[in-house]
């Protein structure tokens, strides 16, 4: 029934059958909806058991782990990585060996990646590809988003085959990349129509790519031509006009639709506005480990490498507020789901676009940190509580992809994919002890409490005493099945939306049911930015006579007359 091809496992028998049973005793079971205290007992990469001690009999032979002190959570599933992936003339050096290794050592046990069709490619040979790449090197399980770059009846028709017959049930569309990826509206329209009668889910990456298009060569004949020229070309309302026109054309067909790496606070509000008004139903929102460890106003750094590091789109936001402000989305239910958009570049590859900020190779890493930045910025700050960090880490993504209940949750039957948990030691994030394959880490130096002590993938167990021991292609491809009900039984109406926070009405469960979102602050407006030309344009900034000759610019602070301190959106805590 399917056409994909047979994946090449490398991992010898002995390792296969090594360490089949395992038992986790006198841990913190933490799943989305309740934490409690019980043993975990796995067989054949299978959790057999959750219960009292006094409720099982285990049998000899086993491997026992003693979690005294430690939480039991599930792996991380992180739904956004570009392992090996062409950009601008290079190839992220994180392939799905390296990648998927980063992400197990840091307590991520499934991730999904973008198959990203080239313009008039045909998306089932693209497909092939990134499962030929992929299925010999992956050292956990990963699943398949597929970029819907172009569009034509080839592209429609090709559609179907993947959702009924290669496991795909998702696609991402841009409306950025000008000349490259980016859909029209009318485009997007007939996509979004598509993906709904295929009971996939639409996402899309949400900047206005002609906006941007016209500020990077007015900024680039300026003479600012530095990193810090890539923010200053897509300003917030960039990104949250393209998040507002996105959640209006996927209602308007009533397909479900999931903004990938939301990275303004702006947008973040346009996001959570639009859920507000479809009642929860269809409108769901991710946002980065990037941008809630670290911002943008590294990008303005004077040393090239050190702000090229930063680049990637959405870019990091400089305004130093934005990092909390998402956590408080995701804590709200705002935001549903924490990815990386893992796309690591060296030092050479960045350097592609000295002189030209345009062409530097957009992305950072994160799979690997993604875990520990969550809960350091998140549980650890107050702000998360234990069972919201496995929702926005885990559980659900694994639900808007139709992986769970097999991922993201510790019970009977579940894949073995168990993080144990240490929140009373820390780590210090450097480049020199990473397990990416890239020079620089965006987190360098943050001393994150929150470690991954024992990680499982599917039964076996991968990180211990600090050593991280990977079988490479032990993987398996996740065949996502279209009509997640998590999704479509809300969209057509046969259960209410999980999440009932607006409107004054009990947050439900979401993180305890602590916090929820102050819905009259989404009334009022933030304080948006001075259009470049306006800047460009006025006397204040003569670049044309001071900035030409070399990057970066000088030119650190276009933003105007913004006052960080003026924005008048606010989350309360109830
Ligand atoms: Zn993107
Ligand atoms: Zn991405």
């Known amino acids: 029934m399917s056409h994909s091809p047979k994946p090449v496992k490398k991992v010898p028998l002995h390792l296969q059958s090594a360490q089949n049973r395992v038992y986790i005793k006198n841990g913190q079971v933490v799943n ?21 001690a006094s409720e099982i009999n285990v049998p000899g032979g086993v491997r026992v782990i003693d979690a005294t002190g430690r939480l039991i959570i599930p792996g991380g599933i992180d739904p956004h990585t570009h392992f090996q992936f062409e950009f601008g003339g290079a190839v992220s050096v994180d392939d799905f060996y390296h990648g998927t290794r980063a992400a197990v050592a840091g307590g991520t046990t499934t991730i999904i990646d973008f198959v990203m069709p080239n313009k008039g490619e045909s998306l089932i040979d693209a497909y092939h590809k990134w499962r030929s790449w992929a299925d010999p090197k992956v050292c956990c399980d990963y699943a398949l988003h597929v970029g819907v770059t172009w569009w034509s009846k080839l592209v429609s028709d ?19 990349y000008k000349g490259l990826y980016q859909l029209n509206d009318s485009d997007m329209l007939d996509s979004l129509e598509r993906i709904r009668e295929l009971g996939a889910l639409a996402q899309v990456h949400a900047e206005n790519g002609d906006i941007i298009a016209k500020n990077a060569g007015k900024l680039l004949n300026a003479g600012v031509t530095g990193p810090e020229g890539h923010e200053m070309s897509r300003q917030e309302e960039v990104e949250a ?26 947008a973040g509000i346009e996001l959570a506005r639009a859920r507000r008004r479809y009642n929860n139903r269809g409108i769901y929102g991710e ?26 789109s959405p870019p990091l936001r400089s305004d130093p507020t934005t990092p909390e402000f998402m956590m408080r989305l995701l804590a709200n239910d705002g935001l ?17 676009g000295k002189g030209n900020f345009t062409k530097i190779p957009n992305g950072v890493n994160g799979v690997e ?28 993504a694994a639900k808007l992809f139709n992986l769970y209940p097999q ?37 360098e130096g943050m001393v994150c409490h929150g470690v991954p002590e024992i990680v499982l993938v599917r039964g076996r167990v991968c990180v211990e005493d600090g050593n991280v021991r990977v079988a490479e292609g032990f993987g398996r491809f996740l065949s996502t099945p279209v009509r997640t009900p998590y999704i479509y039984d809300v969209l057509e109406g046969k259960v209410p ?20 979102l102050n819905f009259d602050a989404l009334q009022k407006e933030v304080t948006y930015q001075k259009p470049i030309s306006h800047t460009l344009l006025s006397s204040a900034y003569d670049v044309g006579s001071q900035a030409k000759p070399q990057s970066p610019t000088g030119l650190k602070h276009v933003d105007g007359a913004r006052n960080m301190q003026e924005s008048t959106f606010s989350i309360s805590r109830k």
């Open 32 to 52: 989305d909806d309740g934490m409690f205290k019980a043993d975990v007992y796995i067989e054949d990469g299978i959790i057999k058991f959750v219960g009292p």
């Open 158 to 176: 090709e559609m179907k085959i993947l959702c009924q017959e290669l496991g795909i049930n998702s696609y991402k569309m841009f409306m950025a």
């Open 241 to 266: 006009e393209a998040v507002h026109r996105a959640c209006i054309l996927a209602h308007q067909v009533d397909c479900p639709l999931y903004v990938v790496h939301v990275m303004g606070k702006s």
């Open 287 to 312: 946002t980065l480990a990037a941008a809630l460890g670290t911002d943008g106003t590294h990008c303005h750094n004077n040393c090239f490498h050190h702000a090229a590091a930063h680049i990637l």
């Open 336 to 352: 549903q789901t924490t990815g990386s958009d893992n796309c690591t570049f060296n030092k050479e590859h960045k350097e592609l």
């Open 369 to 396: 940190d993604r875990m520990s930045v969550v809960w350091e910025k998140g549980v650890h700050a107050g702000i998360l509580d234990p069972c919201r960090f496995v929702a926005v880490t885990s559980t659900n």
């Open 407 to 443: 991922k993201g949750r510790i019970a009977a039957g579940s894949d073995a994919d168990i993080v144990v948990w240490n929140p009373n030691v820390t780590r210090t994030i450097s480049k020199d002890t990473h397990h990416h394959n890239c020079d620089f880490n965006i987190f």
């Open 497 to 516: 939306a999980e999440q009932s926070n607006g409107d004054g009405k009990a947050a439900g469960g979401v993180n305890g049911g602590v916090k929820s």
